[in-house]
T-cell receptor
Protein backbone atom coordinates (compact mmCIF):
# COMPACT_ATOMS: atom_id res chain seq x y z
CA UNK A 1 0.00 0.00 0.00
CA UNK A 2 0.87 3.66 0.04
CA UNK A 3 1.72 5.17 3.42
CA UNK A 4 3.83 7.86 5.03
CA UNK A 5 5.22 7.79 8.55
CA UNK A 6 6.33 10.78 10.58
CA UNK A 7 6.75 11.39 14.32
CA UNK A 8 3.61 12.64 16.02
CA UNK A 9 5.30 15.27 18.20
CA UNK A 10 8.59 17.13 18.42
CA UNK A 11 9.66 19.79 20.92
CA UNK A 12 12.59 22.14 20.35
CA UNK A 13 14.04 25.30 21.86
CA UNK A 14 13.75 28.72 20.28
CA UNK A 15 16.80 29.45 18.13
CA UNK A 16 17.69 25.78 17.72
CA UNK A 17 17.51 23.47 14.69
CA UNK A 18 14.97 20.68 14.34
CA UNK A 19 14.60 17.89 11.80
CA UNK A 20 11.26 16.23 11.03
CA UNK A 21 11.59 12.90 9.27
CA UNK A 22 9.20 11.25 6.84
CA UNK A 23 9.46 7.70 5.56
CA UNK A 24 7.19 6.33 2.90
CA UNK A 25 6.19 3.10 1.23
CA UNK A 26 5.26 3.21 -2.41
CA UNK A 27 6.24 1.65 -5.68
CA UNK A 28 6.69 4.99 -7.36
CA UNK A 29 5.90 8.67 -6.89
CA UNK A 30 6.59 12.06 -8.38
CA UNK A 31 7.94 13.91 -5.38
CA UNK A 32 7.74 14.78 -1.70
CA UNK A 33 6.13 17.97 -0.41
CA UNK A 34 5.94 19.60 3.00
CA UNK A 35 3.05 21.65 4.33
CA UNK A 36 2.67 23.71 7.49
CA UNK A 37 -0.62 24.06 9.32
CA UNK A 38 -1.26 26.25 12.35
CA UNK A 39 -4.11 25.32 14.67
CA UNK A 40 -7.39 26.24 13.04
CA UNK A 41 -5.65 27.27 9.83
CA UNK A 42 -5.23 25.96 6.32
CA UNK A 43 -2.21 23.97 5.13
CA UNK A 44 0.36 26.14 3.42
CA UNK A 45 3.01 24.88 1.05
CA UNK A 46 6.60 24.93 2.28
CA UNK A 47 8.74 22.92 -0.13
CA UNK A 48 8.89 20.22 -2.78
CA UNK A 49 11.58 17.70 -3.71
CA UNK A 50 11.28 16.04 -7.08
CA UNK A 51 14.90 14.93 -7.12
CA UNK A 52 17.21 13.51 -4.47
CA UNK A 53 19.09 16.07 -2.46
CA UNK A 54 18.57 19.19 -0.44
CA UNK A 55 16.30 22.11 -1.32
CA UNK A 56 16.77 25.28 0.72
CA UNK A 57 14.27 28.08 1.18
CA UNK A 58 15.31 30.57 3.82
CA UNK A 59 15.22 28.98 7.26
CA UNK A 60 13.59 25.84 5.89
CA UNK A 61 15.30 23.05 3.97
CA UNK A 62 13.93 19.77 2.71
CA UNK A 63 15.76 16.61 1.73
CA UNK A 64 14.80 13.54 -0.26
CA UNK A 65 16.48 10.17 -0.77
CA UNK A 66 14.47 7.92 -3.06
CA UNK A 67 16.81 4.98 -2.53
CA UNK A 68 16.12 5.14 1.21
CA UNK A 69 12.40 6.05 0.83
CA UNK A 70 13.09 8.88 3.22
CA UNK A 71 12.90 12.61 3.45
CA UNK A 72 13.08 15.30 6.08
CA UNK A 73 12.24 18.91 6.76
CA UNK A 74 14.89 20.97 8.52
CA UNK A 75 13.94 24.14 10.35
CA UNK A 76 16.74 26.44 11.49
CA UNK A 77 16.78 29.40 13.89
CA UNK A 78 13.48 28.27 15.32
CA UNK A 79 10.96 30.94 16.23
CA UNK A 80 7.89 30.66 18.44
CA UNK A 81 5.70 31.20 15.37
CA UNK A 82 7.08 27.95 13.91
CA UNK A 83 4.94 26.04 16.42
CA UNK A 84 2.53 24.23 14.13
CA UNK A 85 1.84 20.86 12.54
CA UNK A 86 4.02 19.81 9.63
CA UNK A 87 2.83 17.30 7.04
CA UNK A 88 4.80 15.44 4.44
CA UNK A 89 2.80 14.61 1.34
CA UNK A 90 3.48 12.77 -1.89
CA UNK A 91 2.12 12.61 -5.39
CA UNK A 92 2.02 8.92 -6.17
CA UNK A 93 2.03 7.71 -9.73
CA UNK A 94 -1.52 7.33 -10.84
CA UNK A 95 -4.44 9.69 -10.43
CA UNK A 96 -4.51 10.21 -6.66
CA UNK A 97 -3.42 13.77 -5.91
CA UNK A 98 -1.76 14.41 -2.59
CA UNK A 99 -1.44 11.71 0.06
CA UNK A 100 -0.58 13.18 3.45
CA UNK A 101 1.18 11.81 6.49
CA UNK A 102 -0.58 12.22 9.83
CA UNK A 103 1.53 15.22 10.70
CA UNK A 104 4.15 16.19 13.26
CA UNK A 105 3.18 18.70 15.90
CA UNK A 106 6.17 20.96 16.57
CA UNK A 107 6.26 22.87 19.82
CA UNK A 108 8.88 25.61 20.11
CA UNK A 109 9.68 26.53 23.69
CA UNK A 110 11.62 29.45 25.15
CA UNK B 1 -5.21 37.73 -6.87
CA UNK B 2 -7.61 36.31 -4.32
CA UNK B 3 -6.75 32.96 -2.85
CA UNK B 4 -8.96 29.91 -2.63
CA UNK B 5 -12.28 30.85 -1.10
CA UNK B 6 -14.46 28.53 0.93
CA UNK B 7 -17.80 29.17 2.52
CA UNK B 8 -19.23 28.85 4.96
CA UNK B 9 -16.28 28.80 7.37
CA UNK B 10 -18.37 27.10 10.03
CA UNK B 11 -21.47 25.02 9.48
CA UNK B 12 -23.67 23.35 12.07
CA UNK B 13 -26.17 20.73 10.98
CA UNK B 14 -28.45 18.34 12.83
CA UNK B 15 -28.28 14.65 12.03
CA UNK B 16 -30.20 13.89 8.87
CA UNK B 17 -29.86 17.36 7.34
CA UNK B 18 -27.87 18.22 4.23
CA UNK B 19 -24.56 20.07 4.25
CA UNK B 20 -23.43 22.03 1.23
CA UNK B 21 -19.84 23.29 1.12
CA UNK B 22 -18.59 25.71 -1.53
CA UNK B 23 -15.15 26.31 -2.95
CA UNK B 24 -14.00 28.94 -5.44
CA UNK B 25 -10.52 28.15 -6.75
CA UNK B 26 -7.83 30.70 -7.36
CA UNK B 27 -8.23 32.69 -10.55
CA UNK B 28 -6.86 30.72 -13.45
CA UNK B 29 -6.98 27.38 -11.64
CA UNK B 30 -9.14 24.72 -13.20
CA UNK B 31 -8.31 21.80 -10.89
CA UNK B 32 -10.03 21.43 -7.54
CA UNK B 33 -9.41 18.90 -4.78
CA UNK B 34 -11.42 18.25 -1.64
CA UNK B 35 -9.83 16.88 1.53
CA UNK B 36 -11.25 15.97 4.93
CA UNK B 37 -9.36 16.39 8.18
CA UNK B 38 -10.36 14.89 11.49
CA UNK B 39 -8.90 16.34 14.72
CA UNK B 40 -5.24 15.39 15.24
CA UNK B 41 -5.18 13.68 11.83
CA UNK B 42 -3.71 14.39 8.44
CA UNK B 43 -5.73 15.40 5.43
CA UNK B 44 -7.49 12.62 3.56
CA UNK B 45 -8.12 13.04 -0.14
CA UNK B 46 -11.76 12.81 -1.16
CA UNK B 47 -12.28 13.93 -4.74
CA UNK B 48 -10.49 15.64 -7.62
CA UNK B 49 -12.43 17.64 -10.19
CA UNK B 50 -11.83 19.68 -13.27
CA UNK B 51 -14.49 21.89 -14.81
CA UNK B 52 -17.60 19.73 -15.38
CA UNK B 53 -15.63 16.49 -14.78
CA UNK B 54 -14.90 14.26 -11.83
CA UNK B 55 -11.39 12.96 -12.36
CA UNK B 56 -10.91 10.86 -9.23
CA UNK B 57 -13.46 10.22 -6.51
CA UNK B 58 -11.73 7.24 -4.95
CA UNK B 59 -11.55 8.90 -1.52
CA UNK B 60 -15.18 9.87 -1.31
CA UNK B 61 -17.75 7.60 0.37
CA UNK B 62 -20.09 6.09 -2.19
CA UNK B 63 -23.21 7.00 -0.27
CA UNK B 64 -24.44 10.42 0.84
CA UNK B 65 -21.45 12.33 -0.60
CA UNK B 66 -21.31 14.02 -3.99
CA UNK B 67 -19.23 16.73 -5.61
CA UNK B 68 -19.46 18.91 -8.67
CA UNK B 69 -17.51 21.66 -10.38
CA UNK B 70 -19.82 23.28 -12.90
CA UNK B 71 -18.75 25.34 -15.88
CA UNK B 72 -19.82 28.46 -14.01
CA UNK B 73 -19.66 28.96 -10.28
CA UNK B 74 -17.91 27.29 -7.38
CA UNK B 75 -17.24 23.66 -6.71
CA UNK B 76 -19.79 22.13 -4.34
CA UNK B 77 -19.29 19.26 -1.90
CA UNK B 78 -22.67 17.94 -0.79
CA UNK B 79 -23.26 15.65 2.15
CA UNK B 80 -26.76 14.29 2.49
CA UNK B 81 -28.31 12.96 5.71
CA UNK B 82 -25.31 13.96 7.79
CA UNK B 83 -24.21 11.86 10.74
CA UNK B 84 -22.01 12.77 13.70
CA UNK B 85 -19.04 11.05 12.06
CA UNK B 86 -19.14 13.63 9.27
CA UNK B 87 -18.00 16.31 11.72
CA UNK B 88 -14.62 17.43 10.45
CA UNK B 89 -12.78 20.21 8.66
CA UNK B 90 -13.21 20.08 4.89
CA UNK B 91 -10.49 21.75 2.86
CA UNK B 92 -10.55 22.65 -0.78
CA UNK B 93 -7.35 23.12 -2.76
CA UNK B 94 -6.74 24.26 -6.31
CA UNK B 95 -3.91 24.04 -8.77
CA UNK B 96 -3.40 25.33 -12.28
CA UNK B 97 -2.76 21.91 -13.81
CA UNK B 98 -2.69 18.22 -13.00
CA UNK B 99 -0.96 16.95 -9.88
CA UNK B 100 1.23 14.67 -11.91
CA UNK B 101 4.03 17.17 -12.17
CA UNK B 102 3.79 20.36 -10.11
CA UNK B 103 4.46 20.47 -6.43
CA UNK B 104 1.97 22.91 -5.06
CA UNK B 105 -1.67 22.99 -4.22
CA UNK B 106 -3.20 26.12 -2.73
CA UNK B 107 -5.58 25.50 0.14
CA UNK B 108 -8.64 27.41 1.20
CA UNK B 109 -9.36 28.24 4.86
CA UNK B 110 -11.63 25.23 5.24
CA UNK B 111 -15.19 24.64 6.36
CA UNK B 112 -15.62 23.24 9.83
CA UNK B 113 -18.70 21.07 9.88
CA UNK B 114 -20.28 20.17 13.20
CA UNK B 115 -23.13 17.67 13.26
CA UNK B 116 -25.23 17.76 16.40
Amino acid sequence: GQSLEQPSEVTAVEGAIVQINCTYQTSGFYGLSWYQQHDGGAPTFLSYNALDGLEETGRFSSFLSRSDSYGYLLLQELQMKDSASYFCAVYFTGNTPLVFGKGTRLSVIA
Amino acid sequence: NAGVMQNPRHLVRRRGQEARLRCSPMKGHSHVYWYRQLPEEGLKFMVYLQKENIIDESGMPKERFSAEFPKEGPSILRIQQVVRGDSAAYFCASSPRTSGGPSEQYFGPGTRLTVT
